[in-house]
């Protein structure tokens, strides 16, 4: 019976601390530290036939762009979840049969039809990552991106790089691939699937125990 006991707490151990090591944050690497940054968008256009989102996370935002003006994009949630986000553009009519009443979770009809994609005529223009680890010694020097939102013949739209990010003369440090997965939703979806397994092979192993003991 000690051996089954043995299994079952190292199962209780892996379903407890790989979702946490997924979801949670990862502490900076000495020397780094970790700053947040805004996506700023900006155009000279009237780009009223299109209508933008935001998506990070679990979440879906509407984003208004104005000719003359900046936008000013902010995290939509707190964490490693929703370090990223992805900027879209829908055409509005193609929203027109789309509502904002609720949907499935907390999400309405219109923005799971955004989130999953599922909507004709939508662009990914900027993908962005509202959380970064950077030396400390260059982190005084980041500034928030700024794009600026361009008719373009073929896709219909295009974000154009205009200015920020990295530190003027230096290029973005590189994360490994090891810690930007740990900070992906991806890392969260894999936690849930293994927490699910986990918990199922705990409750096997119980049962099989609690019948050699009747």
């Not at 209508?51 to 879906?60: E, L, N, P, Q, Y």
């Not at 490693?80 to 904002?100: H, I, Q, R």
């Not at 223009?125 to 928030?144: C, I, K, M, T």
């Amino acid at each position: 019976m000690r051996s089954i006991d043995t299994i079952i707490l190292g199962l209780i151990a892996v379903t407890i601390l790989l979702p946490s090591r997924a979801i949670c944050d990862v502490a900076p690497e000495p020397g780094y530290k970790r700053i947040t940054m805004n996506l700023i968008l900006e155009t000279n256009s009237d780009l009223s036939d299109h209508r933008f989102f935001i998506k990070s996370g679990a979440d879906v935002k509407e984003i208004f762009v104005s000719p003359g003006k900046q936008t000013h994009v902010s995290p939509l949630g707190g964490g490693a979840f929703y370090s990223t986000g992805t900027l879209v553009a829908v055409p509005t009519k193609n929203l027109a049969d789309l509502g904002d009443a609720p949907g499935e979770g907390k999400l309405s009809g219109l923005q799971k039809a955004v989130y999953d994609g599922k909507v004709p005529g939508i662009l990914e223009l900027v993908n962005h990552s509202f959380s970064r680890e950077v030396r400390e010694a260059e982190a005084p020097g980041y500034q928030d991106p700024v794009y600026r939102i361009e008719r373009d013949p073929q896709a219909g739209l295009k974000a154009v790089y205009v200015s920020g990010g990295a530190p003027v003369g230096k290029t973005f440090t590189a994360e490994s691939a090891g810690r930007l997965f740990w900070q992906s939703a991806g890392a969260a979806i894999v936690a849930g699937i293994f927490l699910v397994f986990g918990i199922t092979i705990l409750g096997i192993l119980y049962f099989r125990k609690k019948a050699k003991e009747l």
